[in-house]
Protein backbone atom coordinates (compact mmCIF):
# COMPACT_ATOMS: atom_id res chain seq x y z
CA UNK A 1 0.00 0.00 0.00
CA UNK A 2 1.33 4.05 -0.94
CA UNK A 3 1.68 5.27 2.41
CA UNK A 4 0.54 8.97 2.16
CA UNK A 5 3.03 11.14 3.06
CA UNK A 6 1.73 13.97 2.96
CA UNK A 7 -1.11 13.47 4.74
CA UNK A 8 1.29 12.05 7.66
CA UNK A 9 2.96 15.53 7.67
CA UNK A 10 0.04 17.19 7.68
CA UNK A 11 -1.41 14.96 11.06
CA UNK A 12 1.63 15.37 12.36
CA UNK A 13 2.48 18.97 11.61
CA UNK A 14 1.25 20.20 15.30
CA UNK A 15 4.03 18.58 17.10
CA UNK A 16 7.33 19.46 14.75
CA UNK A 17 9.61 22.03 15.43
CA UNK A 18 10.11 25.28 14.09
CA UNK A 19 12.89 24.21 11.85
CA UNK A 20 10.87 20.99 10.93
CA UNK A 21 8.12 22.60 10.43
CA UNK A 22 9.93 24.85 7.68
CA UNK A 23 10.39 21.33 5.53
CA UNK A 24 7.24 19.86 6.09
CA UNK A 25 6.13 23.16 4.90
CA UNK A 26 8.38 23.39 1.44
CA UNK A 27 7.45 19.75 0.64
CA UNK A 28 3.61 20.66 1.54
CA UNK A 29 3.81 23.87 -0.63
CA UNK A 30 5.99 22.67 -3.39
CA UNK A 31 6.38 18.70 -3.92
CA UNK A 32 7.94 18.84 -7.40
CA UNK A 33 10.68 21.46 -6.23
CA UNK A 34 11.45 18.70 -3.48
CA UNK A 35 11.32 15.91 -5.65
CA UNK A 36 13.91 17.47 -8.37
CA UNK A 37 16.06 18.55 -5.33
CA UNK A 38 19.07 17.29 -3.20
CA UNK A 39 19.16 17.24 0.27
CA UNK A 40 22.20 20.20 0.01
CA UNK A 41 19.60 22.35 -2.05
CA UNK A 42 16.58 21.91 0.05
CA UNK A 43 19.10 22.47 3.11
CA UNK A 44 20.08 25.60 1.81
CA UNK A 45 16.74 26.97 0.19
CA UNK A 46 15.68 26.90 3.81
CA UNK A 47 18.32 28.14 5.76
CA UNK A 48 18.73 24.94 7.61
CA UNK A 49 21.59 21.81 7.88
CA UNK A 50 21.36 18.69 6.00
CA UNK A 51 21.33 17.13 9.09
CA UNK A 52 18.17 19.17 9.90
CA UNK A 53 16.45 17.22 6.72
CA UNK A 54 17.91 14.16 7.23
CA UNK A 55 16.26 14.18 10.63
CA UNK A 56 13.21 14.64 9.63
CA UNK A 57 12.78 12.13 7.23
CA UNK A 58 13.97 9.62 10.15
CA UNK A 59 11.38 11.27 12.12
CA UNK A 60 8.05 10.88 9.75
CA UNK A 61 9.76 6.86 9.27
CA UNK A 62 11.66 6.92 6.46
CA UNK A 63 15.51 5.74 6.20
CA UNK A 64 16.53 8.57 5.17
CA UNK A 65 16.07 11.79 2.66
CA UNK A 66 16.06 9.57 -0.57
CA UNK A 67 13.20 7.53 0.73
CA UNK A 68 11.33 10.06 1.91
CA UNK A 69 12.01 11.74 -1.69
CA UNK A 70 11.19 8.54 -3.64
CA UNK A 71 8.00 8.00 -1.32
CA UNK A 72 6.44 11.67 -2.15
CA UNK A 73 7.16 11.43 -5.79
CA UNK A 74 4.97 8.35 -5.75
CA UNK A 75 2.62 10.14 -4.09
CA UNK A 76 2.59 13.25 -5.98
CA UNK A 77 2.43 11.57 -9.46
CA UNK A 78 -0.33 8.88 -8.74
CA UNK A 79 -1.66 10.92 -6.09
CA UNK A 80 -4.34 8.60 -3.79
CA UNK A 81 -7.63 9.88 -2.54
CA UNK A 82 -7.27 12.23 -0.06
CA UNK A 83 -9.65 10.46 2.79
CA UNK A 84 -10.04 13.55 5.51
CA UNK A 85 -13.30 14.17 6.38
CA UNK A 86 -14.58 16.92 3.10
CA UNK A 87 -18.17 17.66 4.57
CA UNK A 88 -20.68 19.84 2.22
CA UNK A 89 -24.32 20.22 1.92
CA UNK A 90 -24.59 18.27 -0.85
CA UNK A 91 -23.76 15.30 0.85
CA UNK A 92 -26.32 12.69 2.07
CA UNK A 93 -25.91 11.01 5.23
CA UNK A 94 -24.75 7.30 3.66
CA UNK A 95 -21.84 9.98 2.21
CA UNK A 96 -20.96 11.57 5.64
CA UNK A 97 -20.96 8.21 7.52
CA UNK A 98 -18.66 6.85 5.34
CA UNK A 99 -16.15 10.29 5.61
CA UNK A 100 -16.20 9.92 9.25
CA UNK A 101 -15.53 6.48 9.16
CA UNK A 102 -12.25 7.12 6.36
CA UNK A 103 -11.02 9.89 9.07
CA UNK A 104 -11.35 7.53 11.72
CA UNK A 105 -9.49 4.63 9.37
CA UNK A 106 -6.80 7.26 8.88
CA UNK A 107 -6.18 8.74 12.44
CA UNK A 108 -5.88 4.80 13.09
CA UNK A 109 -3.19 4.61 10.20
CA UNK A 110 -1.32 8.05 11.44
CA UNK A 111 -1.33 6.94 14.88
CA UNK A 112 -0.06 3.32 14.09
CA UNK A 113 2.52 4.85 11.99
CA UNK A 114 3.73 7.09 14.84
CA UNK A 115 3.97 4.14 17.82
CA UNK A 116 6.95 3.02 19.87
CA UNK A 117 7.24 -0.52 20.50
CA UNK A 118 9.82 -0.05 22.86
CA UNK A 119 7.43 2.45 24.76
CA UNK A 120 4.77 -0.19 24.34
CA UNK A 121 6.80 -2.71 25.65
CA UNK A 122 8.01 -0.81 29.08
CA UNK A 123 4.20 0.39 29.69
CA UNK A 124 2.34 -2.85 29.52
CA UNK A 125 5.22 -4.09 31.72
CA UNK A 126 4.52 -1.39 34.03
CA UNK A 127 1.44 -2.25 34.20
CA UNK A 128 1.55 -6.12 34.68
CA UNK A 129 3.77 -5.68 37.95
CA UNK A 130 1.52 -2.83 39.05
CA UNK A 131 -0.68 -3.60 42.42
CA UNK A 132 -2.86 -1.38 41.41
CA UNK A 133 -3.50 0.62 37.78
CA UNK A 134 -5.57 3.79 38.34
CA UNK A 135 -6.56 5.90 34.96
CA UNK A 136 -6.99 9.66 34.35
CA UNK A 137 -8.34 12.14 32.08
CA UNK A 138 -10.50 15.26 32.17
CA UNK A 139 -13.39 16.10 29.88
CA UNK A 140 -13.92 14.52 26.70
CA UNK A 141 -10.47 12.20 28.01
CA UNK A 142 -12.49 10.94 31.55
CA UNK A 143 -14.60 9.71 29.17
CA UNK A 144 -11.44 7.13 27.13
CA UNK A 145 -10.54 6.65 31.31
CA UNK A 146 -13.58 5.00 32.18
CA UNK A 147 -13.52 3.23 29.27
CA UNK A 148 -10.00 1.98 29.87
CA UNK A 149 -11.29 0.63 33.60
CA UNK A 150 -13.72 -1.12 31.74
CA UNK A 151 -11.42 -3.02 29.90
CA UNK A 152 -8.48 -3.45 32.43
CA UNK A 153 -11.18 -4.45 35.44
CA UNK A 154 -11.70 -7.59 33.36
CA UNK A 155 -7.73 -8.30 34.23
CA UNK A 156 -8.18 -9.23 37.60
CA UNK A 157 -6.23 -6.34 38.21
CA UNK A 158 -7.18 -3.65 40.85
CA UNK A 159 -8.41 -0.99 38.36
CA UNK A 160 -9.92 1.98 39.14
CA UNK A 161 -11.07 5.26 37.29
CA UNK A 162 -13.39 8.59 38.42
CA UNK A 163 -15.46 11.25 35.83
CA UNK A 164 -15.06 14.01 38.77
CA UNK A 165 -11.38 15.63 38.90
CA UNK A 166 -11.72 16.37 42.49
CA UNK A 167 -12.21 12.30 43.27
CA UNK A 168 -9.33 11.91 40.82
CA UNK A 169 -6.83 13.86 42.99
CA UNK A 170 -7.98 12.03 46.10
CA UNK A 171 -6.79 9.02 44.46
CA UNK A 172 -4.15 9.84 43.12
CA UNK A 173 -2.55 11.05 46.82
CA UNK A 174 -3.58 7.56 47.75
CA UNK A 175 -1.08 5.90 45.00
CA UNK A 176 2.31 4.00 46.22
CA UNK A 177 5.51 2.88 44.34
CA UNK A 178 3.75 -0.20 43.42
CA UNK A 179 0.88 1.48 41.61
CA UNK A 180 0.54 2.73 38.22
CA UNK A 181 -0.97 6.23 37.29
CA UNK A 182 -2.12 6.63 33.33
CA UNK A 183 -3.10 9.68 32.31
CA UNK A 184 -4.98 10.49 29.37
CA UNK A 185 -4.77 13.91 27.59
CA UNK A 186 -5.12 15.27 23.78
CA UNK A 187 -3.45 18.57 24.35
CA UNK A 188 -1.15 17.30 27.48
CA UNK A 189 -1.55 20.58 28.67
CA UNK A 190 -4.79 20.19 30.91
CA UNK A 191 -4.32 22.26 34.16
CA UNK A 192 -6.66 19.98 36.54
CA UNK A 193 -4.86 16.63 35.06
CA UNK A 194 -1.22 17.95 35.17
CA UNK A 195 -2.04 18.22 38.74
CA UNK A 196 -3.47 14.97 38.98
CA UNK A 197 0.18 13.88 37.44
CA UNK A 198 2.20 15.64 39.89
CA UNK A 199 0.12 14.22 42.58
CA UNK A 200 1.11 10.63 41.16
CA UNK A 201 4.47 11.61 41.05
CA UNK A 202 4.90 12.72 44.58
CA UNK A 203 3.27 9.42 45.55
CA UNK A 204 6.53 7.26 43.62
CA UNK A 205 3.67 5.78 41.07
CA UNK A 206 4.84 4.52 37.65
CA UNK A 207 2.85 7.10 35.39
CA UNK A 208 1.99 6.13 30.85
CA UNK A 209 1.05 8.90 29.56
CA UNK A 210 -1.73 9.06 26.53
CA UNK A 211 -1.45 12.10 24.76
CA UNK A 212 -1.02 14.26 21.16
CA UNK A 213 1.71 16.04 22.05
CA UNK A 214 5.39 15.00 22.61
CA UNK A 215 6.71 18.63 23.98
CA UNK A 216 3.38 18.96 25.91
CA UNK A 217 4.26 19.22 29.72
CA UNK A 218 1.90 15.75 30.68
CA UNK A 219 4.75 14.02 27.97
CA UNK A 220 7.61 15.19 29.78
CA UNK A 221 6.40 14.39 33.11
CA UNK A 222 5.59 10.52 32.82
CA UNK A 223 7.90 7.69 32.68
CA UNK A 224 6.24 6.31 29.39
CA UNK A 225 5.01 8.96 26.59
CA UNK A 226 2.59 6.83 24.06
CA UNK A 227 1.30 9.19 21.44
CA UNK A 228 -2.05 9.47 19.17
CA UNK A 229 -2.05 11.15 15.47
CA UNK A 230 -5.67 12.96 14.30
CA UNK A 231 -6.51 16.07 12.09
CA UNK A 232 -8.85 18.75 13.06
CA UNK A 233 -11.79 18.72 10.65
CA UNK A 234 -14.76 21.50 9.65
CA UNK A 235 -17.20 19.39 11.71
CA UNK A 236 -14.95 17.30 14.50
CA UNK A 237 -11.94 18.96 16.46
CA UNK A 238 -8.07 17.29 16.60
CA UNK A 239 -9.05 16.19 20.18
CA UNK A 240 -12.59 14.66 19.14
CA UNK A 241 -11.09 12.56 16.45
CA UNK A 242 -7.99 11.29 18.48
CA UNK A 243 -10.55 9.47 20.63
CA UNK A 244 -10.04 6.77 18.27
CA UNK A 245 -6.22 6.50 18.75
CA UNK A 246 -6.70 6.42 22.03
CA UNK A 247 -9.43 3.74 22.39
CA UNK A 248 -7.07 1.47 20.62
CA UNK A 249 -4.16 2.26 22.29
CA UNK A 250 -5.63 1.28 25.53
CA UNK A 251 -6.92 -1.97 23.92
CA UNK A 252 -3.47 -3.05 22.63
CA UNK A 253 -2.14 -2.42 26.10
CA UNK A 254 -5.18 -4.24 27.45
CA UNK A 255 -4.62 -7.57 25.51
CA UNK A 256 -0.73 -7.55 25.92
CA UNK A 257 -1.43 -7.66 29.66
CA UNK A 258 -4.09 -10.34 29.33
CA UNK A 259 -1.72 -12.08 27.38
CA UNK A 260 0.85 -11.73 30.54
CA UNK A 261 -0.58 -14.06 32.24
CA UNK A 262 -3.06 -16.13 30.41
CA UNK A 263 -4.61 -18.45 33.31
CA UNK A 264 -5.27 -15.94 35.61
CA UNK A 265 -6.72 -13.62 32.79
CA UNK A 266 -9.27 -16.34 32.00
CA UNK A 267 -10.16 -17.12 35.75
CA UNK A 268 -10.73 -13.25 35.85
CA UNK A 269 -13.11 -13.01 32.55
CA UNK A 270 -14.88 -16.17 33.83
CA UNK A 271 -15.46 -14.38 37.38
CA UNK A 272 -16.91 -11.47 35.63
CA UNK A 273 -19.07 -13.16 33.01
CA UNK A 274 -20.58 -15.10 36.17
CA UNK A 275 -21.33 -12.28 37.65
CA UNK A 276 -23.00 -10.60 34.96
CA UNK A 277 -24.92 -13.88 34.14
CA UNK A 278 -26.06 -13.93 37.52
CA UNK A 279 -27.47 -9.79 37.46
CA UNK A 280 -29.57 -10.78 34.26
CA UNK A 281 -31.59 -14.25 35.73
Same mark, same amino acid.
Given at each position: ????I???IR????R????????A???L??????I?????????D?????A??F?????I???????????????????????Y???????N???V??????S???T??????I??G???????E??????R?H?Y??G @????I???? =?? #???? !?? *?QS? +??????F????????????????????G??K????I?????E? @???????T? =?? #???? !?Q *???? +?????S???E?????????I????L???????V??S????A????E??R??????R?
Amino acid at each position: MVQNILGKIRSSYARFSEKEKKIADYMLNNPEKFIHSTINEVAEDLNVAEATVFRFSKRIGYKGYQAMKIALATEVRSPVQQIYEQISEQDNEKTVAEKVFKSNIQTLENTYQILDGNAIKRAVERLVRAQRVHFYGTG @GSAVIAMDA =FH #KFIR !SG *KQSF +AFLDSHFQLMSAAQLTKDDVAVVISHSGTNKDTIRILETAIEN @GAMTIGITG =FP #KSPI !SQ *KVDV +ALYTSSEETEYRSEALASRIGQLSLIDALYVNVMMSDRVDAKQSMEKVREAISETRL
